[in-house]
């Protein structure tokens, strides 16, 4: 009920990242509402775009193309005195930056940023972000490691509202008959033994996963029993340090890295149990969908991991760098099916309840509502 709001949503790309998905299912759902939701992009359009269209929603795009680009932010502010929507919000640091101004320019009722995720990259960035959360209502993200960060980055935080990230819970589930065939085939793949356990990590091979402390743990498991295998799904920087530690520790024939994987769910239908050991996170997608798969989960005990976790409840939670720890709880797992499984079903119904894509958008449309009623 109440008013009609109009509401600007603007990114920088339409790509196929989180915070791209995540922005065309709340903006699907508000136009659900009867919100009159506009998107823009900031740089350009992406793939994300045709669901968008399909939606019947106008997408604006800018065509910013440099770091300082002041036409591109004339558009943005002709857009904005255009449109005049009742709300805007962003979403990433260049839109951010852009959008925020703009909208300040054109003394939007309701101004919003985005942060979605840790960003110990910034420097100068951090400047603008701390200018801008002055004349900005709210800042939305997605879980509080994300907000702890920036409040020791001096952001207020009384600014921030937390709206976990939403997961299609109908796209990600497994039968029995397919988690089978999966748990048979990927074994055969890799050249395993059908009573082989498969332990995966899935996420970009840079420092801030800490797969080093994963691979140790894995070493670890080695001596306590000889069925484990340590798969890891996923790219980066870091992959010639894992294989040269992973050849250091003599572990080549249990640790296995696969690169990036179009596969995904089915390898983590195929794996006993999923390991995250980020040293900080913001709300880990990759997480999300391993516990909406039913799988165990052993992850670090971190702000961003504790908001999907409660320790023994949807899974184990364990020191962030303590290989020990990760090997321990996980032999305790492996051996324990009916804890595995108490685990795995706690953790699919926590998504379920908690994090559907209609409770996020519900939750940014009552932010919208409250903000401008103290407009109002």
């Given at each position: 009920?109440?008013?009609?709001?109009?509401?600007l949503?603007?990114?920088?790309?339409?790509?196929?990242?989180?915070?791209?998905?995540?922005?065309?299912l709340?903006?699907?759902g508000?136009?659900?509402?009867?919100?009159?939701?506009?998107?823009?992009?900031?740089?350009?359009?992406?793939?994300?775009?045709q669901?968008?269209?399909?939606?019947?929603?106008?997408?604006?795009?800018?065509?910013?193309?440099?770091?300082?680009?002041?036409?591109?932010?004339?558009?943005?502010k002709r857009?904005?005195?255009?449109?005049?929507?009742?709300?805007?919000?962003?979403?990433?640091?260049?839109?951010?930056?852009y959008?925020?101004?703009?909208?300040?320019?054109?003394?939007?009722?309701?101004?919003?940023?985005g942060?979605?995720?840790?960003d110990p990259?910034?420097?100068?960035?951090?400047?603008?972000?701390?200018?801008?959360?002055?004349?900005?209502?709210r800042?939305a993200?997605?879980?509080?490691?994300?907000?702890?960060?920036?409040?020791?980055?001096?952001?207020?935080?009384?600014?921030?509202?937390?709206?976990?990230?939403?997961?299609?819970?109908?796209?990600i589930?497994?039968t029995d008959?397919?988690?089978?065939?999966?748990?048979?085939?990927?074994?055969?793949?890799?050249?395993?033994?059908q009573?082989?356990k498969?332990?995966?990590?899935?996420?970009?091979?840079?420092?801030?996963?800490?797969?080093?402390?994963?691979?140790w743990?894995?070493?670890?498991?080695?001596?306590?029993?000889?069925?484990?295998?340590?798969?890891i799904v996923?790219?980066?920087?870091?992959r010639?340090r894992?294989?040269?530690?992973?050849?250091?520790?003599?572990?080549?024939?249990r640790?296995?890295?696969?690169?990036?994987?179009?596969?995904?769910?089915?390898?983590?239908?195929?794996a006993?149990?999923?390991?995250l050991?980020?040293?900080?996170?913001?709300?880990?997608?990759?997480?999300?969908e391993a516990?909406?798969?039913?799988?165990?989960?052993?992850?670090?005990?971190?702000?961003?991991?504790?908001?999907?976790?409660?320790d023994g409840?949807?899974?184990?939670?364990?020191?962030?760098?303590?290989?020990?720890?990760?090997?321990?709880?996980?032999?305790t797992?492996?051996?324990?099916?009916?804890?595995?499984?108490?685990?795995?079903?706690?953790?699919?119904?926590?998504?379920?309840?908690?994090?559907?894509?209609?409770?996020?958008v519900?939750?940014h449309?009552?932010l919208?509502?409250q903000?401008?009623?103290?407009?109002?």
């Amino acid at each position: 009920g109440g008013v009609a709001v109009k509401v600007l949503e603007i990114i920088p790309t339409l790509d196929e990242g989180g915070a791209e998905k995540q922005l065309c299912l709340l903006a699907a759902g508000l136009a659900h509402q009867n919100v009159d939701v506009h998107v823009c992009a900031l740089t350009r359009l992406g793939p994300r775009a045709q669901s968008l269209a399909e939606a019947k929603i106008p997408v604006h795009e800018v065509n910013k193309h440099w770091k300082l680009d002041i036409p591109a932010y004339r558009r943005l502010k002709r857009l904005i005195a255009e449109l005049r929507p009742d709300v805007v919000h962003t979403w990433l640091f260049a839109a951010n930056a852009y959008g925020r101004q703009a909208a300040i320019a054109n003394r939007t009722p309701v101004i919003i940023a985005g942060e979605r995720c840790v960003d110990p990259w910034k420097t100068w960035e951090l400047m603008i972000d701390r200018r801008l959360a002055k004349r900005t209502d709210r800042i939305a993200t997605n879980s509080s490691g994300v907000r702890d960060f920036y409040v020791g980055k001096g952001l207020p935080k009384e600014k921030f509202a937390i709206i976990p990230n939403a997961i299609e819970l109908e796209q990600i589930s497994v039968t029995d008959e397919q988690r089978d065939r999966a748990r048979r085939e990927v074994r055969q793949e890799l050249g395993l033994q059908q009573d082989d356990k498969i332990v995966i990590a899935v996420g970009r091979l840079w420092p801030q996963k800490r797969y080093k402390d994963l691979i140790w743990a894995a070493d670890l498991l080695k001596v306590v029993r000889d069925d484990v295998h340590f798969v890891i799904v996923g790219e980066g920087p870091q992959r010639w340090r894992l294989e040269r530690f992973r050849s250091q520790v003599e572990i080549e024939d249990r640790v296995h890295l696969l690169g990036h994987r179009p596969d995904v769910r089915r390898l983590l239908a195929a794996a006993n149990c999923y390991w995250l050991g980020s040293g900080y996170e913001g709300q880990s997608n990759s997480l999300m969908e391993a516990m909406a798969m039913e799988l165990p989960v052993v992850v670090s005990d971190i702000p961003g991991n504790r908001d999907l976790v409660v320790d023994g409840c949807h899974g184990l939670l364990a020191p962030p760098g303590d290989g020990t720890q990760f090997a321990r709880l996980t032999q305790t797992l492996l051996d324990d099916d009916e804890l595995s499984r108490r685990l795995g079903t706690a953790a699919r119904r926590r998504m379920a309840e908690e994090f559907t894509v209609d409770k996020m958008v519900e939750r940014h449309l009552s932010l919208y509502r409250q903000l401008l009623e103290g407009v109002g």
